[in-house]
């Protein structure tokens, strides 16, 4: 099953920084060829000025992908230029502030329109070529805190949730075909991301190191690469414990 991932074509959402940024450099290395998407354009041009064979070989548009029209005219830039996508990494993702009792309703639609949607758009417009093809992976970062409800995240856990359980789906219904689905569930990984976290993050982990993680599982066509190993066991374990119980062990984490 393993493959190794050296010369594919590569979409990356969330490249400008964090765990995408990272998965670029990396995957440059190994020789593939990227196609970069973002909204800071200025920092995918830097990115790409920086790896081997710069702008020659990769591509980058700059794109809002929670907006589908913007996300259309740049799946369709990338069919009609006859490029064939080996694998997607769809990996943008905000995490921004929510203060129970206030639902700030423009707030979780944002988490949702980026985390989920995001991700769904793409899938609308590139998925099919991929079928007809019968052969890609379709890689998605969801993250632990979709698996139960956490602290003062529930924007964020949800739309993680809704993201793990239509990526679920589609394995399930694409099972007899050569297009494997995999969702990417870190855990607490360094990046723009969490240097905001002002609570205690267990088992963070350098992004340098998370993306090796990453690689590996990719080329193994994992359906789930859950790391690190003792929160994923933890993150795991959390499923099956009774809401009442569940709910009273986290009560009093993030304050
Ligand atoms: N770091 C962790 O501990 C951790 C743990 C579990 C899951 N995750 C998930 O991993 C993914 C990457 O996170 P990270 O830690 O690398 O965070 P990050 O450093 O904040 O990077 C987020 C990336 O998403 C992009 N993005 C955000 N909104 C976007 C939008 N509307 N359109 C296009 N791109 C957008 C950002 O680019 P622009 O701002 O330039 O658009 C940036 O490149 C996210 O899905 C996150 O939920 C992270």
């Not at 632990?144 to 956490?150: E, K, L, Q, S």
Request: positive net charge; charged residues 25%; aromatic residues 10%.
């Amino acid at each position: 099953m393993r493959e190794k991932i050296n010369g594919k074509t590569i979409l990356i959402t969330g490249a400008s920084s964090g765990i995408g940024y990272e998965l670029a450099r990396q995957l440059a290395e190994r020789d593939c060829r990227l196609i970069l998407i973002a909204r800071r354009d200025e920092l995918l041009r830097q990115l790409i000025d920086s790896l081997p064979d710069g702008g020659e070989k990769h591509r980058y548009y700059k794109c809002d992908v929670s907006d589908q029209g913007t996300v259309e005219t740049v799946c369709r830039d990338i069919l009609n230029s006859g490029t064939v996508i080996d694998i997607f990494i769809l990996n943008a993702g905000v995490s921004s502030g929510y203060k129970p009792p206030d639902l700030d309703i423009e707030n979780i639609k944002l988490q949702f329109d980026v985390n989920f949607w995001g991700v769904l758009y793409f899938l609308k417009y590139l998925l099919p070529p991929m079928i007809e093809r019968n052969d890609g992976l379709v890689a998605a970062t969801g993250s632990p805190a979709g698996y139960r409800g956490m602290p003062k995240s529930a924007p964020y856990s949800a739309s993680k949730a809704a993201l793990d359980r239509f990526m679920e789906s589609l394995r399930i219904d694409f099972w007899s075909t050569n297009v494997h689905f995999t969702l990417i569930t870190p855990g607490f990984v360094k990046s723009p991301m969490t240097d905001s976290n002002d609570f205690y993050m267990p088992f963070l982990m350098p992004v340098e190191k998370a993306v090796k993680i990453i690689i590996k599982g990719l080329e193994k066509k994992k359906p789930e690469i859950c790391f690190p190993l003792r929160l994923c066991c933890i993150a795991k374990f959390a499923r099956i414990l009774p809401p009442r119980f569940y709910a009273s062990i986290m009560q009093n984490r993030r304050k």
